[in-house]
């Protein structure tokens, strides 16, 4: 291996004869890295230069030259709800298969049916929100529309990840709890949730982040553009379909810049949750 | 038992009854639509039949079926090489710390929103692709590129562990029967990940097939597939751009129900596929 050779001292050299594969693999990884960061690096050459605190704060407009300001609230708030939707009962979920359920005939259908879920695409949830919640109920495309979208979406995605942090805790922890004569739930409330705690928040962050750049779901439900004031009744446009919006359908003299702006903070504030959330799961650990 | 231990169990039961229920109905809404789509245009004629022209009512989703197909295997022999070889440097060329540093690196780039890799793909890949082949840039070719470089990130680090999983006593016993590190690798490591490998793939297949935004920005959006440098659609895009189309109401609106229904039967193929390999090795 490659990186033996600063132990030179201590081990015999290995041939760079039966390390040629070796090399070539390296080579491919390091130039697919490189197109990874291609994809971040034009954001910022294009984005950074249009990026100022006018930009991040006033309101969009229709010849361009606005900010993403009501976008930003939009996708902090929609987000946030949903979260505090859905994550309490995703937690509720995967207790229930990771501590109570053992491998009985309902998990075996449950966990390839929550693998499906996982997969299902979200355009789909938005075609069944428009479906249902504004053709049928007559709900307005509005926050509180995309917030049912994003929250279906996030169900099952946040299950999944909880269900891998419980699972991570090992049976001998519970068990000593039981054998204590700790009941079921105190062996929950009192070792599993405290010690889960930090892994929690950190796929919290990571739930969080997935749920800032759904675009797919939102462009129907929550719409292409904001309301005057915040409500959950006013038109919702998130910074994923201001991006998607400008980019594709933009016709202003500068939208090529206002994307790759409105990009930069979108991938800022996903950065932001993903540090912030794992930042605070050290702390927590610590 | 306390009493708080049984009002928490009824707790948790109904928090799986209603997640079971609200996905159960949901999944009906997409079948009764489709169920209707079907009675009216049926299925056969409808699924291989490539005219797509909803004035006429002529819903032929062929076009749309092997776009989705097209696109994301495409995508998944894009996105094998440099995936692998990212496996590889992070299990068994970086060594201690910077393997972790490594795979919360490429964690990152698993979050990156999609639509910022269908941007790249606008700034980037459809410019480049037109200056080479002298047609629009549009089309599948552009879009398995875009949808490769979104997949690398979730397979290469699957496929990481999947390294990680081979037993140290292969590696050992290789080595010490005087094979090269090479040889070590491709006899004995990659064949040994094989199972969690080809797992790895299904599950980034399953992402690839169901990108909608990524993908809708750089294929083009014609509605009949005719070669892989020219404009064409998938199954989500076409759901993407026919929603206002075909609105609530409209006689045309339940194809596009039979298209979410055939999205949910190709990922169902996607999750048993992964089962049943997940059995065959260890």
Known sequence: MITRGSQRGKMLKPTAQGRVGHFMLAGIALLTLTLLLSVIIPLIVQGAPWLNLAFVFRRPQELGSGGVGPEIVNTVVMVGITQFISLPLALLNAIYRVEYDHGSQFARWFDPGLQILLSLPTMIIGLIVVDVAIAHWHWPVSVGSGIVALSIINWPFSIALMVQVLRQIPDSWREASWALGASRWQTIIRLILPVAGADIIEQTGVAVARLMGETAALIYTAGLNVGKKFSLTAPGETLAVHLWYVRTEGLTAHADQEAAATGLVLLILVLMVLWGSQKMAQWMKA | ?282
């Not at chain 2, 680090?157 to 050992?172: G, Q």
């Open chain 2, 1 to 282: 038992m306390l009493k708080i231990d049984k009002a928490m169990d009824q707790v948790t039961y109904v928090s799986m009854a209603l997640f079971a229920a609200i996905w159960i109905v949901l999944i009906a809404i997409i079948v009764s639509g489709a169920w209707h789509f079907v009675q009216t245009h049926g299925f056969v004629s409808s699924v291989a039949s490539f005219q797509w022209d909803p004035l006429q009512s002529h819903f032929g989703i062929g076009s749309f079926i092997v776009g989705s197909i097209t696109v994301t295997l495409l995508a998944l022999v894009l996105a094998i090489p440099g995936s692998l070889a990212l496996g590889v440097l992070g299990s068994r060329i970086l060594q201690g710390k910077w393997q972790q540093q490594f795979v919360r690196f490429l964690t990152v780039f698993v979050s990156v929103p999609s639509v910022l890799y269908g941007w790249w793909g606008l700034t980037v890949v459809v410019p480049g692709i037109r200056r080479l082949s002298h047609t629009s840039g549009y089309g599948p070719l552009s879009a398995s590129i875009v949808l490769a470089l979104m997949i690398v990130p979730t397979f290469s680090i699957l496929s990481l562990n999947a390294l990680r999983h081979v037993p140290e006593s292969y590696i050992e016993g290789s080595i010490g029967l005087g094979a090269s590190e090479d040889q070590t690798l491709w006899h004995i490591i990659l064949p040994a990940a094989r199972p969690r490998i080809v797992q790895a793939a299904l599950i980034a297949v399953a992402r690839g097939l169901g990108e909608t935004i990524a993908v809708q920005m750089v294929i083009g959006g014609q509605v009949r597939i005719t070669s892989l440098l020219h404009p064409a659609s998938t199954l989500t895009t076409q759901l993407l751009t026919d929603l206002p189309l075909l609105p609530v109401g409209v006689p045309g609106h339940h194809v596009l129900d039979f298209m979410a229904l055939w999205l949910l039967i190709l990922m169902t193929v996607i999750v048993w596929l992964q089962y049943r390999l997940r059995g065959s090795g260890t």
